[in-house]
C-alpha cells in the first residue's frame, strides 16, 4: 500500500507570512500519461474537505493564487505565499493512482 | 449546481449492519466515478471505497475489503455502501464523494455519522 506522510504535521503562522506543507510518497505517483496523481484537500473546522490543488499544480475553481503545489515523482509541496485567516485548518495530501491514500494532515492555525 | 447527500447513519452494535445512502443531484451521475470517505472522530481522513460509472469496478481499503460492498444505481442517482460485520473501529463521519478521475475529489457530501458501539 502507498504511504503518505506530511510534515510538519501542525503549523502556526502569523498572518501575512508564507507556510509550506511537504507530503513525500513511498511510490512514485507519475502516471504514464505524464500527469502526476497528487492532490491537495483543507478541511476548515466543521467542513467537509475541500479540493484545494489537483494533479500535483493544478489550482481547483475558485482557489486562491496564494496557493501553489510542486514536486515530482515522490517528493511533494503545498506553498501559502501569504497566510490569511481562513487559510485556518488540515491540509491533507492525496494520492490516486494507487488505489487512494491520505497523508496524516496537517494542521495549520494562526498565530 | 452539484448536491451530494448522505443518509443512513445510525448506532449500530459490534457485528451488525447497516446501508448507507447517497443522493446526487446537479450533474450527470452516470458518467462519474463515486467514492466513499470517512473520518473517525477527531481524526484524519481515509478513503474507504470506490466504483466507477457503470458499477462493473470497485476497489476496497484493505480493512473493510470482504464486509463492505459499494454499489450504485444510476437510474435514482444513487449510490450505497453496504457494511457488515461493523467494527468499533469503524465509527465515522462517512462522506460520499464524486471523483472526477484518479482522486480529484471535487465535490462533497456533509457526510452521514455511523457509531458502532455496545
Known amino acids: 500500500d502507498v504511504v503518505l506522510t506530511q510534515s510538519p504535521l501542525s503549523l502556526s503562522v502569523t498572518p501575512g507570512q508564507p507556510a509550506s506543507i511537504s507530503c513525500k510518497s513511498s511510490?512514485?505517483?507519475?502516471?504514464?500519461?505524464?500527469?502526476?496523481?497528487l492532490h491537495w484537500y483543507l478541511q476548515r473546522p466543521g467542513q467537509p474537505p475541500q479540493l484545494l490543488m489537483y494533479?500535483?499544480?493544478s489550482r481547483f475553481s475558485g482557489v486562491s493564487d496564494r496557493f501553489s503545489g510542486s514536486g515530482s515523482g515522490t517528493d511533494f509541496t503545498l506553498q501559502i505565499s501569504r497566510v490569511e485567516a481562513e487559510d485556518v485548518g488540515v491540509y491533507y495530501c492525496?494520492?490516486?493512482?494507487?488505489?487512494?491514500?491520505f497523508g496524516q494532515g496537517t494542521k495549520v492555525e494562526i498565530k | 449546481e452539484v448536491h451530494l447527500v448522505e443518509s443512513g447513519g445510525d448506532l449500530v452494535q459490534p457485528g451488525g449492519s447497516l446501508k448507507l445512502s447517497c443522493v446526487a443531484s446537479?450533474?450527470?451521475?452516470?458518467?462519474?466515478?463515486m467514492t466513499w470517505v470517512r473520518q473517525a472522530p477527531g481524526k484524519g481522513l481515509e478513503w474507504v471505497a470506490n466504483?466507477?460509472?457503470?458499477?462493473?469496478?470497485?476497489d476496497y481499503v484493505n480493512s473493510v475489503r470482504g464486509r463492505f460492498t459499494v454499489s450504485r444505481d444510476n437510474a435514482k442517482n444513487s449510490v450505497y455502501l453496504q457494511m457488515n460485520s461493523l467494527r468499533v473501529e469503524d465509527t465515522a463521519l462517512y462522506y460520499c464523494?464524486?471523483?472526477?478521475?484518479?482522486?480529484?475529489?471535487?465535490?462533497w457530501g456533509q457526510g452521514t455519522l455511523v457509531t458502532v458501539s455496545s
Open positions: 494533479e500535483l499544480s
Open positions: 446537479g450533474f450527470s451521475f452516470s458518467t462519474y466515478w
Open positions: 464523494v464524486r471523483d472526477v478521475l484518479f482522486g480529484r475529489f471535487d465535490s
Open positions: 466504483i466507477n460509472p457503470d458499477g462493473r469496478q470497485t
Open positions: 511510490e512514485s505517483l507519475l502516471h504514464t500519461d505524464g500527469k502526476t496523481y
Open positions: 492525496m494520492q490516486g493512482l494507487h488505489l487512494k491514500t
